[in-house]
């Protein structure tokens, strides 16, 4: 079998709420964006996570592992805590192409998405 692919993604605003801002990194890749609307640091995480998926379907992927640092939202797309429905539905609809999705947590400090968001508003 195959090992899966590995996405970071990070989402935030600034302010909170306020302007949403997403990044995914895939195989080195990030992929940064801005005007997803208005929400708060939750809403931006699941639009990050919408967006890792949205990228992996574009490479053609069937096994991916999504790499985050929001500890609730990764238990909350994995059925173990309770989220606000619209997001979970969006969640499950955004997965149906895969053969296999997995969601594994890590740290803020190991997360290459949330990396490139720093760097984004740090400059170069």
Known sequence: MNKPTPIYFDGGCRPNPGPIETATVMAGVADIRRGAGDGDNEDAEWTALLHALERAAAEGLS????????LSVIRQASGRQTVR????????????????????????????AGIALEKMHRGP
């Open 63 to 70: 096994d991916i592992l999504l790499l985050g640092d929001s």
């Open 85 to 112: 429905r619209p997001w979970l539905d969006r969640f499950r609809e955004a997965t149906r192409g895969f053969d296999r999705v997995r969601l594994r947590h890590v740290g803020r400090k190991r997360n290459l």
